[in-house]
Nanobody
C-alpha cells in the first residue's frame, strides 16, 4: 500500500488548508485512516482518525473544532480540512492506514502504512 499526501503549504494564521491523501495498492475502503503531525524537535502527534465507513471519527484535543477529517472510498482518498490555523499547527502532516480499521485509534503503533508527509507552515 502506498499513501501520497499533498496540499501542504504556507498560510497565514487564521487561514485554511485542505490536505489530501491518496491510497494505492490496497483495499482502501476497509482501512481506518489517520492523520498525524510532527513539528521540528517534537514527537509525532495524533491529529485525526476516521473508520473505514466514515462513521467513527476522533480528533486530537489541539485541533478539535478546527479540523475535519473525511474520506471518499470511491476515490481512495482521505482529506483533512484545516481551518483557523495557528502557528503551532506548523508541522509535517502524514497520513496513515490501519488495516483493521473498525474502530478509530490514536495509537501510531496501530497503523500499518504511512505516507511521506506534507509540510504545513503557518505564519503569525
Amino acid at each position: 500500500v502506498q499513501l501520497q499526501a499533498s496540499g501542504g503549504g504556507l498560510v497565514q494564521a487564521g487561514g485554511s488548508l485542505r490536505l489530501s491523501c491518496v491510497a494505492s495498492g490496497g483495499t482502501f475502503s476497509s482501512y481506518g485512516m489517520g492523520w498525524f503531525r510532527q513539528a521540528p524537535g517534537k514527537e509525532r502527534e495524533f491529529v485525526a482518525t476516521i473508520s473505514w465507513n466514515g462513521v467513527y471519527i476522533d480528533y486530537g484535543d489541539s485541533v478539535k473544532g478546527r479540523f475535519t477529517i473525511s474520506r471518499d472510498n470511491v476515490k481512495d482518498t482521505v482529506h483533512l480540512e484545516m481551518n483557523s490555523l495557528k502557528p503551532e499547527d506548523t508541522a509535517v502532516y502524514s497520513c496513515a492506514a490501519d488495516r483493521y480499521g473498525v474502530d478509530p485509534t490514536r495509537s501510531e503503533s496501530d497503523y500499518d502504512y504511512w505516507g511521506q508527509g506534507t509540510l504545513v507552515t503557518v505564519s503569525s
